[in-house]
C-alpha cells in the first residue's frame, strides 16, 4: 500500500519497537548505550569548543587592552648634528601624524626600558614604559576603570606597576621601590648604575601573568631623564578601531613617520602563537568528530539487534502491505530519534557547563587540592569558556548528520529482508 512518507502508523511502531519488552533486554540496553554515547560526546564536543573560543578571546583581549595595537620605531639613522641616534627626535609631531591616518584612535610616544626592581631584600626584573598619564589612561586594561587600585591622578608623582610585580616585591600603593639600570651616568671610570626611588602611586591588573608580573610604567619626562633619552621617544604606541586589519594600514603608518620608520603590529608579536591555537583547534575538532561518531557506531549495534530480533515482525507487516521504504523509515525513526535525544542531551549538558565553568572549576580545584591552574604557564589567570551558537550548531549538525547517515545501512537491511525468509521457521 502507498502511504505519505513517516506516516503516523510508523512513528507507532518504531515507537513500540524502542519500547523493548524484558525479553528483547539487549536492544533496550544497546539503546540507552548509544543515548549515553551520544550525549556524551556532544558534550564533550561543545565543551571543548567553548573553552577553546572562551581562550582564545580572553587571551587575544588581553593582548589588545594591555598592548600597542601597532608600534611604530625608528630605525638608527644620523641625526641632524651627526649624532647616530635611534629613535624620535619630533616624536610629538610624528605622533600628531600618524594619529591622522584612518582608523587611529591614539598615537603616543613612549619609552621603553629595561631595569631590576628592588624593595627591601626583594628585586624582580621589570620593564619600563615611559609615558603620559593621559596615554596611561587611555590603556582599556590599564587606565581608569580597570581592575585596579590607587590614584592614577598622582601619576605623575611616581609609578604605577602591574599587580604581578607589586606581589613579588611585597608593596602596594604608597610604598617606594628602587628601579637599577645598568645604563646610568658616564664618568671617567666607565659608566656607573643608575639607582632612583619612586613612589608607587597605582596598582593595576591586565588579566595576563607575563604583563602584570613585569611591566611598570613611569612619567614621560621621568622615563627620558633615567634612561639618558632626553628629547627622545622610543617608539610610537598605536591604538586603532579595528585591530584585526593592522596589516591594511601599516604602509600609512610608516608614511605617516617618515623615511626611518618600521612598523611591528600585535600579530608580528603573537601571531605564532594564534596560529598554533588555530592548527589546535582543528585538531581537536577533528579529533572529537570521531568520537562522536563511534559514539553513533552504537546506533547501528543497536539497530542490527534490533532488526534481528523483529525479523518475524518485518515478514508479517511486509505480508500486510508494508512497503520496503515504510519498513526503512519505522527502523530510521528508531535510530534517528536516539541520536536526537543524546544530541540535544549533550547540547544541554555542552551549554551548561559554558555557563557555569566558573564554579565547576573551582569545584575541581577544591578537589584537587589547589594548582590545577597555573597562570605563569597559561598566560590567564582562570579557565574561561565563550558559548558561541555557531560552535552548538556545528556540534548539533555533526552529530545528527553522522546519526542519521550510520542509521540508514541497517534500517536499509531490514527493508530489504525477504518475508517468505522470515516466516519460513515460524
Not at 589612561?137 to 605623575?156: F, H, Q, T
Not at 589567570?381 to 540508514?408: C, E, M, N
Request: glycine share 10%; with cysteine; charged share 20%.
Amino acid at each position: 500500500m502507498n502511504t505519505p512518507p513517516f506516516a503516523p502508523f510508523e512513528w507507532m511502531i518504531a515507537w513500540r519497537y524502542l519500547r523493548a519488552k524484558r525479553a528483547e533486554g539487549g536492544v533496550s540496553v544497546m539503546t540507552w548505550i548509544s543515548l549515553i554515547g551520544i550525549t556524551l560526546a556532544v558534550f564533550a564536543l561543545i565543551a571543548t569548543l567553548s573553552v577553546r573560543a572562551g581562550f582564545r578571546a580572553e587571551f587575544v583581549d588581553t593582548i589588545l587592552g594591555a598592548n600597542a595595537h601597532v608600534t611604530v620605531y625608528a630605525a638608527q639613522h644620523q641625526a641632524a648634528d651627526g649624532r647616530t641616534i635611534s629613535g624620535f627626535e619630533d616624536f610629538d609631531a610624528v605622533a600628531k601624524k600618524v594619529a591622522e591616518v584612518p582608523t587611529v584612535t591614539r598615537a603616543a610616544p613612549m619609552v621603553r626600558g629595561q631595569v631590576m626592581a628592588t624593595a627591601g631584600t626583594r628585586s624582580s626584573g621589570v620593564e619600563v614604559y615611559g609615558m603620559r598619564g593621559d596615554d596611561v589612561r587611555a590603556i582599556p586594561r590599564v587606565g581608569d576603570g580597570a581592575d585596579a587600585y590607587g590614584d592614577l591622578s598622582r601619576y605623575d608623582e611616581g609609578i604605577a606597576i602591574g599587580s604581578g610585580v607589586a606581589r613579588e616585591l611585597g608593596v602596594t600603593v604608597g610604598d617606594r621601590i628602587r628601579l637599577i639600570s645598568p645604563n646610568g651616568v658616564k664618568t671617567a671610570f666607565g659608566t656607573s648604575p643608575r639607582v632612583s626611588a619612586f613612589e608607587v602611586v597605582y596598582v593595576f591588573t591586565a588579566g595576563r601573568y607575563d604583563i602584570d608580573r613585569t611591566r611598570v610604567y613611569m612619567p614621560l619626562a621621568a622615563a627620558q631623564d633615567y634612561f639618558n633619552r632626553e628629547g627622545l621617544a622610543d617608539e610610537i604606541e598605536v591604538m586603532v578601531t579595528k585591530p584585526e586589519a593592522v596589516d591594511d594600514i601599516a604602509l600609512d603608518l610608516m608614511t605617516a613617520a617618515g623615511q626611518y620608520a618600521n612598523v611591528w603590529t600585535w600579530r608580528d608579536s603573537s601571531g605564532s602563537f594564534l596560529r598554533a591555537l588555530d592548527i589546535e583547534d582543528n585538531v581537536m575538532f577533528i579529533i572529537l568528530s570521531i568520537l562522536v561518531l563511534i559514539a553513533a557506531m552504537n546506533i547501528v549495534s543497536g539497530l542490527i539487534m534490533l532488526v534481528k530480533n523483529k525479523g518475524r515482525d518485518i515478514g508479517i507487516l511486509r505480508t500486510m502491505g508494508l512497503t520496503e521504504g515504510s519498513i526503512l523509515r519505522v527502523f530510521f525513526i528508531c535510530g534517528a530519534f536516539t541520536g536526537i535525544i543524546g544530541t540535544f542531551a549533550g547540547v544541554a549538558l555542552g551549554c551548561l557547563f559554558a555557563i557555569y565553568i566558573d564554579p565547576i572549576f573551582s569545584f575541581v580545584n577544591y578537589v584537587a587540592g589547589g594548582g590545577v591552574w597555573d597562570p605563569s604557564i597559561r598566560g590567564i589567570y582562570a579557565l574561561p569558556a565563550k558559548l558561541q551558537w555557531h560552535d552548538v550548531l556545528s556540534a548539533v549538525s555533526l552529530s545528527l548528520g553522522l546519526s542519521f547517515v550510520v542509521t540508514i545501512f541497517p534500517a536499509r537491511r531490514a527493508a530489504r529482508m525477504n518475508p517468505v525468509e522470515a516466516l519460513r521457521y515460524e
